[in-house]
């Protein structure tokens, strides 16, 4: 693998963030070659370092999130310690925040502020509803915007709505914010100036509800729940095998005959007047389902995702977690690798921006406070100020290290 410089090297992000939207968009910095360094409170740090213990006694959420940045303890409600995060902000080149409403405006930290008083600083802020607007003050995670936004109304069977099992708004903001942060930092090299980018979860949301939103805007209806199937296609739905069940997604009516003579060897289906268009599959459902599920019934998963493969038919197979970290397809394409925690080297897979001529860095999860002095000494604060700032409580040092002041 080339040595070549990773796409942000040089870029430093301080980061003001905690659970997983801001975590994920600066984790996703760091992975492409930022300096990303994380305030925190004093003593307790990110929320999310607490939510479980799964990790050999690390949590889950902060070892998917957390990799790669340079953790700093501070008491943001002491002056000294805000005044050090305005200093680390000074000499940034972004600075991303996830805060409660109105709290980095206390900090001295507001985005307004911020820009009259370093223009070339790019700051993002992330909120649930974004700025203005009714809800623009209620405090917000995930669950509550998936039910705000619609995206429960669409998710689940259609006798119950769910939540995704993943915090998909919590992503969706993530995932723009990094995205958003990477368009000003470009716009920055032709302008000199940076910028505010303001990403609400609420928004973010609303983006990935495009198809049901425009049904319900010009088809006046309301897509109904379907589970592991589709309003719009049929058959698409998990069928039973003979030792288990595959997902089969028949696009178009040429995927249909191919699944029928290919795989089943019943042409005679391909012409079924009920089930020879897609419209027709979707209005006959039922009958559709059931003969697929009296094909699928005849072969196991394996050889039926075998002649699936084959004829070109949209398929896979229903794995849950244990068979995703088995997954051949991670396995083959060496997509694992072991990242250092204060717990020890955990696997970790490769961010999924690929680039062909460097990999991108894979840093340690940071134990809390663990940089705390290395950037207070960036900042000409002397080890006797580091030291006494530690022992007034305004910063914080790694608990079981005794030497940390050195």
């Known amino acids: 693998m080339s040595t070549d410089l990773l796409p942000l090297e040089g870029i430093t992000v301080v980061a003001l963030e905690q659970a997983v939207a801001a975590p994920l968009a600066t984790r996703h910095l760091a992975d492409l070659g930022a300096r990303v360094i994380k305030l925190e409170r004093v003593g307790e740090g990110d929320f999310a370092r607490n939510y479980d213990h799964a990790v050999h006694g690390l949590a ?3 070892v998917w999130l957390n990799r790669g940045k340079e953790s700093v303890a501070l008491d943001l409600k002491s002056a000294e310690g805000a005044d050090i995060a305005r200093r680390l902000v000074a000499e940034a080149d972004v600075f991303l925040q996830n805060a409660a409403p109105g709290a980095a405006e206390r900090l001295g930290l507001g985005a307004d502020d911020l820009a009259a008083r370093h223009p070339r600083l790019v700051v993002a802020e992330i909120s649930g509803y974004g700025t203005g607007g009714p809800l623009s003050g209620r405090k917000a995670y ?19 709505a769910t939540k995704t099992g993943v915090p998909s708004a919590d992503i969706a903001a993530g995932l723009y914010t990094a995205q958003a942060v990477v368009a000003a930092l470009f716009r920055r090299e032709r302008t000199g100036r940076g910028g505010v980018v303001d990403i609400s979860m609420f928004d973010a949301t609303v983006e990935w509800l495009g198809h049901p939103m425009y049904m319900q805007m010009y088809g006046g209806r309301q897509i109904p729940r379907m589970g592991l199937s589709h309003a719009s296609i049929a058959p698409y739905d998990a069928f039973p095998t003979g030792d288990g069940e595959i997902l089969i997604g028949v696009q178009n009516d040429r995927g249909w005959r191919a699944l029928v003579t290919e795989v089943f060897e019943r042409p005679d289906l391909a012409e079924h007047p009920r089930l020879v268009t897609n419209p027709l599959r979707v209005r006959h459902r039922q009958e559709c389902d059931a003969v697929v599920a009296e094909q699928t019934l005849r072969f196991t998963t394996a050889e039926l995702d075998t002649r699936l493969a084959a004829a070109g038919v949209p398929a896979a197979q229903v794995n849950d977690m244990a068979g995703l970290v088995d997954h051949a397809q991670l396995a083959s394409r060496d997509r694992w690798r072991e990242v250092a925690t204060p717990a020890g080297p955990v696997r ?57 002041a050195s």
């Open 348 to 404: 970790a897979v490769l961010p999924p921006m690929t680039f062909r001529d460097v990999e991108l860095k894979m840093g340690d999860i940071p134990e809390l406070g663990a940089h705390t002095d290395r950037v207070l000494g960036e900042l000409g604060i002397d080890l006797a100020a580091r030291d006494r700032l530690a022992v007034s409580g305004v910063v914080g040092r790694p608990a079981d290290v005794p030497d940390a």
């Open 60 to 62: 889950s959420h902060f």
């Open 142 to 160: 995930d669950m509550l915007i998936q039910a705000e936004s619609g995206l429960i109304s669409v998710t689940g069977t259609p006798e119950t």
